[in-house]
């Protein structure tokens, strides 16, 4: 998510929908990520015909230093109407998209960041334990296209 923030000219695409272990009990539908600026005005509409033409692609592996995390966000204030700093989801291909303006994304970083922090070591003194960060996205108490909704993050024990 911090590249997200971070790259306004990026479309960052994690092809995660291929990630559930061949044993896994869970047969929840599994989902792609793209993260975006909202700044590019990419539709989602047209992400099918632009993930057909995606090549291999290149993994890229980001390193912020902690002072480049902003303070955290008033909640007071992102509870009013004409606060537009959320995050935007929609669907389409088999994908999910999450855009926003760089603060958006930053609201929801203290989440992710403890479970990608954290996780390792927890999952690490408890090896059956659930894993998760709970990520929100759409405009609290206010109904549009896609409402307000939060996104649940599992940390999965890979298989290998």
């Not at 539908?29 to 692609?57: E, M, T």
């Not at 929609?90 to 855009?99: G, N, Q, R, S, Y």
């Not at 992710?112 to 390792?120: H, K, T």
């Not at 408890?126 to 990520?135: F, K, N, S």
Request: proline share 8%.
């Amino acid at each position: 998510m911090g590249a997200g923030a971070r790259s306004p000219h990026s479309l960052i695409y994690l092809p995660l929908r291929g990630a559930r272990p061949a044993d896994s009990g869970n047969r929840e539908r599994l989902l792609d990520l793209v993260l975006l600026h909202h700044r590019l005005g990419f539709p989602a509409s047209r992400w099918k015909q632009v993930r057909a033409r995606l090549g291999a692609g290149r993994p890229h592996r980001v390193t912020l230093p902690p002072r480049s995390w902003r303070p955290p966000v008033d909640h007071e204030r992102r509870d009013h109407r004409e606060y537009r700093d959320h995050l935007r989801w929609d669907v389409a291909a088999d994908t999910l998209f999450l855009t926003g303006s760089r603060a958006a994304f930053e609201a929801q970083l203290g989440e992710m960041r403890d479970l990608v922090e954290e996780g390792p070591a927890f999952r690490a003194r408890h090896p059956g334990a659930h894993c998760c960060a709970e990520i929100e996205v759409g405009r609290p108490r206010y109904t549009d296209r896609h409402p307000w909704a939060e996104l649940h993050v599992k940390w999965c024990r890979q298989h290998g």
